[in-house]
């Protein structure tokens, strides 16, 4: 009998221990613009540190915001899954519902904190902008802000690469594009002068595209905005979730940061 009575006990105790192993992480939902190298973008083939969006079969996130919220999600015990959504949508779709945070490259601007609360940044160094010029144009040696007047730009709407541009003494503000490739096609193919970018972001396209001058101006001399950095942001109401990711951040080191960073990067040159 006092055999049986442990057998059973055993099972019972393997039973309870499964069922636990078993349990179900809870699911991060994020968005991201997949559009903003090398913050993020999106690829057609599987890696070992890209992931698959949900909303678009066939296709997987990668870039530098996707691998800070990995980190995130496996610190807090979440699983991660991942939505392709336009910039102009991502608030919409946090307050929707539709997702539980934006990893997507944002500022923290006065505007969006009137529906969004935010992190801490994640960036390694504050955000600093500068100018991306077709070197086919008499503005690949500008050097101030001033030294742009009457240079065409275009921008993504309803961001700071918009409206910085009004900044610019004597530019030539042309109508908004939806997304910051478009802004690049534009360059590139000569139909703007140049546009206002931050500077990882311009440094990529210096990189990969003969035509392309990243400008970065004078300390001091360059673009005021009001925000602290690139952010997560959550629904107002999460108060939990937010301090939550501000808890891991706080544990993210600025070598751990640069070092995703750089496997992002990497991935990046591999397709291009």
């Known amino acids: 009998m006092k055999k049986f009575a442990a057998v059973i006990v055993v099972i019972c105790a393997v039973f309870f221990l499964a069922r636990g192993y078993f349990v179900e992480k809870p699911v991060l939902h994020i968005g991201m613009e997949c559009d903003y190298a090398p913050n993020n973008w999106e690829e057609k083939n599987p890696t070992d540190s890209n992931m698959p969006l949900v909303n678009h079969e066939g296709f997987y996130a990668e870039g530098y915001d996707l691998q800070v919220a990995k980190v ?45 609360a935010f992190s801490e940044t994640y960036e390694i160094d504050r955000t600093k902008y500068g100018i991306c010029v077709n070197t086919d144009t ?5 050097k101030t802000l001033d030294d742009f007047s009457g240079a065409r ?29 478009e802004m690049l096609d534009m360059l590139t193919s000569g139909r703007v002068d140049a546009i206002v970018i931050n500077l990882d972001t311009g440094l990529s396209y210096e990189r990969r595209f003969n035509n392309v001058k990243l400008i970065e101006l004078p300390e001091g001399k360059g673009f005021k905005f009001d925000f602290k950095g690139i952010c997560a942001g959550v629904r107002k109401k999460d108060t939990k979730l937010l301090n939550d990711i501000n808890s891991a951040l706080g544990k993210m080191s600025r070598n751990e940061r640069q070092q995703l960073m750089n496997k992002a990067i990497s991935q990046l040159w591999k397709n291009n």
């Open 72 to 116: 995130i999600a496996k610190r807090l015990g979440y699983k991660l899954e991942v939505k392709k959504i336009a910039w102009g949508d991502l608030l919409n779709a946090l307050n929707q519902n539709e997702i539980d945070a934006i990893f997507s490259g944002m500022l923290d601007t006065l505007e969006r904190r009137q529906v969004a």
């Open 138 to 142: 008499k503005y690949k040696d500008a």
């Open 153 to 181: 730009f275009t921008g993504q709407n309803g961001t700071n690469l918009y409206s910085a541009i009004e900044q610019i003494p004597g530019a030539i503000q042309l109508e908004a594009v939806d997304t910051v490739s």
